[in-house]
């Protein structure tokens, strides 16, 4: 079946020690976002990528960061995790191309900052 | 950022029962589109159901309907014959027409009493 995928499901990270989560489709979306889900709250859009064009929202912190190499995988680097980006980390793709199609989820990483 | 408004930070519902959920969103757009995500614990947020906003015909998946009052800026869920497998956190999100961005409400936390 067509997916998204994200390694880790837990990760645990010291404060201040950089991280990386990743996230793979097989979907061939163009379109992919990273979401910062905090307990109890709505998933906050941190960025996403049409293609290779990145698009950041205004009050994402420079402390984070992402990458996409190619069409399925997209990272979030955090440089110098605080105690404040503990939260679980959603990745989502969307096809942007003709009608808009609705975003397709992975299951998450929940990132711990020790 | 779009704002979506949830008001029901928690509802409960008794099996077999009807509930609705309710989501207000603020926009001076014509077209965009309306969705429902589930959020069960612990597990992956999934689709639930979509509307386009030029669509006047309420959409409609099974069990799952919506009341979509445009004027109104309104986007109500009904979950008819609930079951324990409904008990989720409900989000609300919308999408303008142009662009990629998805906006979340601050969900419904529903809970199915057997």
């Known amino acids: 079946d067509a997916m998204v995928i994200q390694n880790p499901r837990y990760q645990v990270t010291q404060f201040g020690k950089p991280v990386t989560l990743s996230c793979s489709q097989t979907l061939n979306h163009n379109v992919m976002y990273w979401y910062q889900q905090k307990s109890s709250q709505a998933p906050k859009l941190l960025f996403h990528y049409y293609d290779k064009d990145f698009n950041n929202e205004a009050d994402t912190p420079d402390n984070f960061q992402s990458r996409r190499p190619n069409t399925s995988f997209c990272f979030l680097d955090i440089r110098s995790p605080g105690l404040g980006d503990a939260a679980m980390y959603l990745c989502a793709t969307s096809d942007g191309q003709g009608i808009p199609s609705p975003l397709h989820f992975g299951n998450g990483t929940r990132l711990t900052v020790t | 950022a779009q704002t979506v408004t949830q008001s029901q930070p928690e509802m409960s519902v008794q099996e077999a029962e009807t509930v609705t959920l309710s989501c207000t969103y603020d926009?001076?757009?014509?077209?965009?589109?309306l969705f429902w995500y589930k959020q069960p614990p612990s597990r992956q947020m999934i689709l639930v159901i979509r509307q386009e906003a030029y669509k006047q015909q309420n959409a409609t998946e099974n069990r799952f309907s919506v009341n979509f009052q445009k004027a109104a800026k309104s986007f109500s869920l009904k979950i008819s014959d609930s079951q324990l497998g409904d008990t989720a956190m409900y989000f609300c999100?919308?999408?303008?027409?142009?662009?990629?961005?998805?906006?979340f409400g601050t969900g419904t936390s529903l809970t199915v009493i057997p």
């Open positions: 926009t001076s757009e014509n077209n965009y589109y």
């Open positions: 999100a919308f999408r303008f027409h142009a662009g990629n961005q998805f906006y």
